[in-house]
């Protein structure tokens, strides 16, 4: 059974930092990019930041780049997100999810997309003075 | 990208059909058949329940399905059950490991 369990959150002041862990179980974590997506209670899900299998290769939102970074440790099944200069508006649950890949035929041959098809119960991040 | 645009709320009577919604102005939605829906019920984690515009993960019962026209997908749920309601939210792929969610549609069956 595939498992992602996240800790590291907490409550902390306007301009500290954060690091969050999602740890994996249950399939070949270096086979798939990995993400992180917060939500505020009653909103929508954001996506915030993914990476590849290899970790070679991250993305972030426009509303946290620069401050996040994502990274993944394939050798202790884990994922990261540093978080640095938090506001108030980060406050949310943070969710780790795993990227599933879906092959389709895009006209002239077949191309990879991705769903985030499992998450974890998540670990919340309170920026309050 | 912009979040995608769903109802604020929609409701329907146990055995009837609802359906909902999700646009964007031209979003990835009206380009490709990259759109997934999940169902939240009060504080439990997004469970997939729709990828591919129209696919259902195993698991997912068949009352669950789901369409795309132009730039605007929809997901239908038939024989509404009470334990269908929750908050569902529509996400479409752009690239590169990225995402946009709907701000989300509070099903309520009455």
């Known amino acids: 059974e595939v498992q992602l369990v996240e800790s590291g959150g907490g409550l902390v002041q306007p301009g500290g930092s954060l690091r969050l862990s999602c740890a994996a179980s249950g399939f070949i974590f270096s086979s798939y990019a990995m993400s992180w997506v917060r939500q505020v209670p009653g909103k929508g899900p954001e996506w915030v930041a993914s990476i590849s299998g290899t970790g070679n290769s991250p993305y972030y939102a426009d509303s946290v780049r620069g401050r996040f970074t994502i990274s993944r440790d394939n050798s202790k099944n884990t994922l990261y997100l540093q978080i640095k200069s938090l506001r108030v508006e980060d406050t949310a649950l943070f969710y780790c999810?795993?990227?599933?890949?879906?092959?389709?035929?895009?006209?002239?041959?077949?191309?990879?997309?991705?769903?985030?098809?499992?998450w974890g119960k998540g670990t919340t991040v309170t920026v309050s003075s | 990208q912009s979040a995608l645009t769903q109802p604020r709320s929609v409701s329907g009577s146990p055995g009837q059909s609802v359906t909902i919604s999700c646009s964007g102005p031209g979003s990835n939605v009206g380009v490709n058949n990259f759109v997934s829906w999940f169902q939240q019920h009060p504080g439990k984690v997004p469970q997939l329940i729709i990828f591919?515009?129209?696919k259902r993960p195993s698991g997912v019962p068949d009352r669950f399905s789901g369409s795309k026209s132009a730039n605007t997908a929809s997901l239908t749920i038939s024989g509404l059950r009470a334990e269908d309601e929750a908050d569902y939210y529509c996400c479409s792929y752009v690239d590169n490991y990225t995402w946009v969610f709907g701000g989300g549609t509070k099903l309520t069956v009455l």
């Open positions: 591919d515009v129209s």
């Open positions: 999810a795993k990227a599933q890949p879906e092959s389709y035929f895009d006209g002239s041959g077949y191309s990879v997309h991705y769903n985030l098809d499992v």
